[in-house]
């Protein structure tokens, strides 16, 4: 469930507030795709080869 939190401090709190969130206001993922160059949860990134 997207709205389900997980309180602690596990590996996916990414922003260290003791809860773990997906979706909804200081939700862990968010910083995570700002952190990748996105905004859109379901944009494909395309590897580029050397």
Do not use: F, H
């Not at 309180?7 to 260290?16: A, C, S, T």
């Not at 160059?37 to 580029?48: D, E, F, N, S």
Request: proline content about 10%; glycine content about 12%; hydrophobic content about 35%.
């Amino acid at each position: 469930m997207p709205t389900a939190t997980v309180n602690g401090y596990w590996p996916e709190d990414v922003n260290l507030n003791g809860q773990v969130k997906y979706a909804g206001g200081s939700n862990d993922r968010d910083p995570i795709l700002v952190t990748i160059g996105g905004t859109i949860p379901t944009a494909v990134r395309l590897q580029q080869l050397p």
